[in-house]
């Protein structure tokens, strides 16, 4: 059974990032997070580090679907 709680650490080997960009998306609010224990550390539930990750998935298919594949290409070539 995996735990519910998550380290900084163990949420920036699952998204394969740094500690630092982890500890940014706590910080900025993206990722829900709570600070436990007397030295305050930061925990992520997993289900909430779920949730992030199928809201990165929708927002990229967004961005997918908004940006097709080829147009860039497009414009740098006749930029050249």
């Known amino acids: 059974m995996a735990p519910r709680f998550l380290t900084l650490a163990d949420v920036a080997e699952t998204l394969n990032?740094?500690?630092a960009q982890t500890?940014?998306?706590v910080r900025s609010g993206d990722l829900p997070a709570i600070k436990i224990g007397?030295?305050?550390?930061w925990r992520v539930e997993?289900?909430?580090l779920e949730e992030f990750i199928s809201r990165k998935y929708e927002q990229t298919r967004a961005f997918v679907?908004?940006?097709p594949f080829g147009s860039d290409d497009e414009?740098?070539?006749q930029d050249d």
């Open 23 to 25: 500890y940014a998306l």
């Open 46 to 48: 997993s289900s909430a």
């Open 38 to 41: 007397g030295r305050g550390q």
């Open 65 to 67: 679907q908004s940006h």
């Open 17 to 19: 990032i740094s500690a």
């Open 75 to 77: 414009s740098a070539r």
